[in-house]
């Protein structure tokens, strides 16, 4: 008896432990996601493409900087999406600022492959006397599959640059405020194609240790294939990616409205067989065989 | 027997603590921050200008005075935090004297926010300002540790001891390799201190901020403190990329960091498995002046030559960094045969040039970021499934179909006629 209460006493007491040492590790991991995929938008932005700070479609992320920063934002994209993203700037005061500026919003796709806009504005030259600049791109709408020559737009991370890029050189240092919001807009069933990529998603983790070819052959071998393995495991597991997955997947699914339009076209057609079918009966009585009409002709 | 029985619930209990110990979080066990937790060093200026009363009517050194309180207010508990000064103790007219005087003023660690206020008051602006020692020595205090590593220069005024140059100083911390970010304030407006802050803030990847207002100074203060605590301690792993894809380094997955000078090309290879995909972008940063148009060319080639698929990026005027990337799939294979990995290599050049009055050395610093992920998947039709869409569809559709009845029916009665007549 005496053993069991010892028993539940020690275990009350590391129960107690365990609760008092991880409520600040869940405060800490409830403010880290606040930053990131939270519901709340994010009130920073990153410097470069490491440290982007994670976007969803649809909010509007702040961020306070200075003139000539660099501001990294990063947001999920599915296929059969057009992703876009508008920023809007508040520059410094009028008085301090020395003439005109040139701000450019840059989007990159998964793989940091520079994106053309198909429309917006994404470079614009403000004027001394403007107090807020805004810049706009618009994607071309992103596929589920292209050839691996292509820079088409495939479903994954698209990182957003901010910055200005031309500029008198008295202005620079000068405080500014920046609000960027990324939306996607779907394309519909009429641009819904076929095949399937692992999304460009990006790891963000320290590559293992270079392999050194002083070794025997086999031995890189062995680490590559290990490093696979791990990374295919990796696709749903603990490895941090630059955006966490959409809530509806990352598109190519097997749904899209072209199964409506096919499936009726495959009725109308029918129909209009039966239709052919009766019209070369003729008009007859109902539930009679046509035989004495036939034999008439 | 009691004694036994003492002995088997002492046993029992003690059996129960260790399980505790070894199953509670690690959070519990280590009072202090772990050992990869970030690293910030506030470097203050406190060089006889900073007696000047030019913001918001008070002297820049009282100004910085209050922000580092409110700094140390506000400083999140996993940030260790340093204070180090410059020109704070020599105030005499010897240049040698005066551009030794850097100090350590609080030792980076966990803060200690009543005994770090009380080393921040006893400040007096003095001496001269030796900003490229200053660096030198927060790069020393910051050492250690897989942590990020970040420095806060706040100054008002240019190196006033000429060497080292702080600019070339900055660089040649970031380049070894220790992931160390300097982020500069300056406390005037002044052209040359503009350039030379901006210069430092530049090789490291940092930013520049030019302050006006005491509250600004102490919000980007606190914000970069922040901002270092936010960012993801996932450096990326150093490599040196060969100059032949023979020689090259063999990549993991994940990311790497590597330097490239001027009209170099580096190589390095992966191994590829048929049925999966290799992704590899590349970006170049610029950490210096250069011309103001520049590329970048990323190719994976097989180990004889055969070029695969290139990723290449050109662009002209202000830039913090070119990207490009690439992506191969290896198509899978049916027999069991050729299983084995496939070896790629990957060239990385860029075309940046330069004046001839900026140094070479070290090379441009250069990020990969290398996967190895499931293979893709070609459509067999460019549309999903091979479905239809559209009014010509259903209008080819329907009258398709009316034909064929028209026809079977007109077939139907062509037999029924040949049957009778039979």
Not at chain 1, 80 to 102: F, I, M, N, W
Not at chain 2, 23 to 37: R, V
Not at chain 2, 294 to 302: D, E, F, H, K
């Amino acid at each position: 008896m005496r053993a069991l209460r010892t028993l539940g006493a020690a275990l009350t007491l590391c129960a107690a432990a365990w609760l008092t040492a991880a409520a600040p590790a869940a405060a800490d991991g409830k403010d880290g996601t606040d930053g990131g995929s939270g519901k709340e938008a994010p009130t920073e932005a990153g410097t470069n493409f490491r440290t982007a700070t994670e976007i969803q479609p649809g909010q509007r992320a702040t961020a306070a900087a200075s003139t000539g920063d660099y501001l990294y934002w990063v947001f999920p994209a599915a296929a059969g999406q057009v992703p876009g993203v508008e920023a809007e700037l508040k520059l410094p005061d009028t008085s301090s600022r020395h003439g005109g500026a040139t701000w450019q919003l840059d989007v990159y796709d998964g793989l940091r492959r520079h994106q053309p806009c198909a429309s917006g504005t994404p470079a614009r030259r403000a004027a001394q006397q403007d107090r807020t600049v805004t810049v706009s791109c618009t994607l071309r709408q992103v596929r589920s599959w292209s050839e691996r020559w292509a820079n088409d737009p495939l479903q994954g991370a698209y990182y957003v640059r901010l910055t200005v890029v031309d500029l008198p050189a008295q202005d620079l240092g000068l405080p500014i405020d920046a609000e960027v919001e990324a939306s996607v807009r779907d394309a519909g069933g009429a641009h819904a194609d076929g095949g399937d990529v692992t999304p460009l998603n990006p790891v963000l983790r320290a590559g293992t240790t270079p392999g050194t070819d002083s070794g025997t052959d086999s031995e890189p071998t062995g680490d590559a294939s290990s490093d696979s393995a791990d990374s295919a495991d990796d696709e749903g597991g603990d490895v941090p990616h630059a955006v966490a997955e959409p809530e509806d997947d990352w598109g190519s699914g097997w749904w899209s409205d072209r199964w409506v339009w096919t499936v009726a076209g495959a009725a109308l057609a029918a129909l209009a067989g039966v239709g052919g079918y009766t019209l070369t009966r003729g008009p007859r009585a109902p539930g009679r065989p046509p035989i004495g009409t036939g034999s008439d002709i | 027997m009691i004694i036994k029985k003492r002995l088997a619930t002492g046993a029992l209990g003690l059996l129960t603590a260790l399980a505790c110990g070894l199953i509670s979080p690690p959070a519990a066990m280590a009072g202090e921050p772990a050992p990869d937790s970030p690293k910030v060093e506030l470097v203050l200026d406190v060089s006889g200008s900073m007696r000047a009363r030019d913001v918001d009517g008070d002297t820049r050194m009282a100004a910085a005075k209050q922000a580092f309180n409110e700094v140390l207010d506000a400083t999140p508990e996993e940030v260790r935090l340093g204070i180090r000064t410059l020109g704070a103790n020599y105030p005499g007219k010897d240049r040698t004297a005066g551009c030794r005087d850097s100090e350590r003023l609080y030792p980076v660690g966990q803060v200690d926010r009543t005994e770090a206020k009380a080393a921040v008051a006893t400040l007096r602006p003095t001496g001269w300002t030796p900003i490229g020692l200053a660096l030198r020595g927060a790069s020393k205090d910051l050492s250690g540790g897989e942590g990020t590593r970040r420095i806060v220069l706040i100054t008002d005024g240019e190196d006033s001891c000429g060497l080292p140059d702080p600019c070339d100083v900055a660089r040649e911390l970031a380049a070894q390799g220790t992931h160390l970010v300097v982020d500069t304030l300056g406390l005037t407006l002044d052209r040359k201190v503009r350039e030379q802050l901006s210069c430092i803030a530049e090789a490291t990847g940092g930013t520049y901020t030019a302050i006006q207002h005491r509250d600004q100074l102490s919000s980007r203060i606190k914000q970069l403190v922040r901002r270092s605590a936010d960012t993801p301690v996932q450096a990326p792993t150093p490599v040196a990329g060969a100059a032949q894809c023979a020689k090259a380094p063999y990549l993991g997955s994940g990311l790497y960091s590597d330097r490239e000078t001027f009209g170099e090309h580096r190589w390095y290879r992966m191994r590829v498995a048929p049925g999966q995909e290799l992704r590899a972008s590349a970006s170049v940063a610029v950490d210096r002046a250069v011309d103001p148009d520049y590329g970048v060319l990323v190719r994976a080639v097989t180990p004889g030559g055969r070029e695969l698929v290139r990723g290449s990026e050109a662009g002209s005027g202000r830039t913090d960094v070119i990207s490009s990337g690439l992506r191969y799939p290896v198509a899978d294979v049916d027999d069991d045969e050729d299983e084995t990995a496939r070896t790629v290599c990957l060239e990385l050049s860029q075309s940046f040039s330069a004046p001839a009055s900026v140094k070479r050395a070290p090379g441009l610093p250069v990020e990969l970021a290398v996967d190895v992920v499931d293979n893709d998947d070609p459509p067999a039709d460019v549309a999903a499934f091979g479905l239809g869409r559209g009014w010509v569809l259903l209008g080819v559709l329907t009258v398709g179909g009316l034909l064929v009845g028209l026809l079977w029916g007109w077939l139907a009665r062509w037999r029924v006629t040949v049957w009778r007549s039979n």
